[in-house]
């Protein structure tokens, strides 16, 4: 029998991107969460703070992109990506 998901997850990939680069935010509810809500705003905490729709199929899962801005500082810095119940790390280069 397959475990359940008890709470939700929030997945970016790649992990570490450079400047420019591109990160697909992944954004899966758990099965007790949000019956009837079909978007998901995602907060990317550093130094751009840009809020990243994220639009739940049935399933409630849904992606969106963040674009690394190409003038971003030279330099390792973590970005965290928050949603109401759920957060990852990426490293940019």
Not at 36 to 60: N, Q
Request: glycine share 10%.
């Amino acid at each position: 029998m397959a475990k359940q998901q008890s709470q939700s997850t929030l997945t970016a990939t790649p992990t570490t991107v450079a400047r420019g680069g591109t990160v697909n935010v992944t954004y899966k509810s758990a099965p007790s969460q949000g019956a009837g809500i079909t978007e998901v705003s995602i907060l990317a905490l550093g130094r751009h703070g840009d809020v990243l729709k994220v639009v739940r199929d049935a399933s409630g899962s849904g992606t969106a992109q963040w674009a690394v801005p190409a003038d971003w500082p030279v330099g390792p810095e973590n970005t965290t990506f928050q949603a109401d119940d759920a957060s990852c790390v990426v490293s940019v280069t």
